[in-house]
């Protein structure tokens, strides 16, 4: 090939090489490709709210499901027979001590009190005559001008009016008795059931008749719940032998805090093998009635003295695999990775066994946005809103 072909040759490999580097500066002007763009770049810190750890004494409370029960429970039920003429209350009310309830006929009890009022004063006037007679008797004897088997026959008749007169008292005192069971009073302080039976129904005695009505006390009731064998011997049973109370107290179905506070009342002799519990009774004070036997409770026993802890938002407590852990941030505002032991709530905080210490501070919100390591920007929060204040309040929920 001749060196004139050769140079034709490279002049066209020239000029193709040359137009393919203008069309390629073009495409990369047309797309803004900038060097500088590939340089990475360091994203800001993430916001995150932190909140300082919450220290304060608390107390270990058990939770248990319990039932309302009256102190007192009266059947108001007849003690004599009769036509019931007359209820005195209204269904449902509050009565006192000796307020009357029902009326049954008294009529026929009256004529039985006159009719034992006239056999005490026959029997009264027979032993006024026999014990003249026996005075007479007496002084005839010391003279020997009467016979010693009537003086004895004298003396008989004295005794056994004396006698007839203590018969015809106390039959008295049965009447008047069954006079005053013709009206039905309150035995105790207490809100009234409605009136089983109404005017003009004859009611009789006995204890498998049905009762007229029922009264409860309202002024204190008890709540009944059964405390398992281990709480039993670790808080309750040595509580009693050191006499100490044990706080205890009350929240209803539709209330989420304890509003009532009392204290335990008794504890059973025995403990229920086969369910491993013994039965408490605790006692409230229910001035204003609210609480009415059969009612479902909600009890919170307290257990131990009180203890210094630790407390952290729910919401701060992440879970790795079977391990609990918290964000701690940091003077320098990195958040450290820092695996906790929880023990129970309290006061809608977590109690942190182990882990934390006290004055630490701890991401609360944005926990899904930070890795462990990772500086952030924290902004400040309390720990939970309710914290300080069901601090002096230790039955709020």
């Known amino acids: ?3 004139k072909s ?3 040759r490279y002049t066209a490999a020239a000029a193709v090489f040359a137009v393919i580097a203008i069309a390629v500066a073009g495409t990369l002007s047309a797309i803004g490709v900038d060097a500088s763009a590939s340089a990475p770049q360091t994203p800001p810190p993430a916001g995150v709210d932190v909140a300082e750890v919450v220290a304060r004494q608390i107390i270990d409370w058990q939770q ?9 429970k009266v059947d108001i039920r007849p003690l004599v027979s009769g036509t019931l003429t007359a209820v005195h209350f209204k269904d449902g009310a509050l009565v006192k ?13 009256a004529a039985e009190v006159a009719r034992t009022q006239a056999q005490l004063a026959g029997a009264q006037a027979r032993a006024g005559y026999t014990a003249a007679d026996l005075a007479r008797a007496e002084r005839l004897l010391a003279d020997n001008a009467v016979a010693r088997r009537d003086f004895e026959e004298k003396q008989n008749a004295a005794r056994e009016a004396a006698a007839n007169v203590q018969a015809a008292q106390a039959a008295l005192r049965t009447a008047q008795l069954n006079l005053e069971y013709t009206q039905i009073s309150a035995p105790i302080t207490g809100r009234i059931s409605r009136a089983e039976v109404t005017v003009g129904n004859i009611v009789s005695v006995g204890s498998n008749t049905p009762p007229l009505s029922t009264l409860v006390s309202v002024a204190k009731i008890y709540a009944a719940f059964d405390v398992d064998e281990q709480s039993f011997l670790k808080y309750v049973n040595p509580a009693r032998s050191k006499g100490e109370q044990v706080p205890v107290y009350l929240g209803l179905a539709n ?6 506070q009392g204290k335990v009342g008794s504890v059973d002799n025995r ?3 086969s369910s491993g519990t013994i039965r408490v009774r605790a006692v409230f004070d229910n001035a204003d009635g609210q609480l009415l036997p ?6 919170r026993l307290g257990g131990g003295a009180p203890r210094q802890a630790l407390l952290v938002d729910e919401k701060a407590i992440g879970t790795d695999q ?5 964000l701690v941030v940091g003077k320098d505002n990195h958040a450290d990775y820092r695996e906790i032991h929880v023990g129970a709530n309290q006061d809608g905080l977590r109690v942190v066994e182990s882990g934390l210490q006290s004055g630490e501070r701890i991401v609360v919100n944005g926990l899904q946005r930070v890795r462990p390591g990772d500086t952030v920007a924290p902004t400040v929060v309390p720990m939970n809103k309710v914290a300080d204040s069901v601090a002096a309040a230790p039955g709020k929920a």
Request: glycine letters at 6%.
């Open 255 to 260: 209330e989420d805090a304890y509003s009532r």
């Open 271 to 273: 403990l229920d093998s």
């Open 322 to 326: 079977d391990k609990r852990f918290v």
């Open 294 to 299: 059969g009612l479902y409770a909600r009890i």
């Open 1 to 3: 090939m001749s060196s």
């Open 97 to 109: 001590k000796g307020d009357p309830l029902f009326t049954i006929d008294p009529r026929p009890y």
């Open 6 to 8: 050769l140079r034709y």
């Open 64 to 72: 248990y499901s319990g039932r309302l029960e009256a102190i007192d």
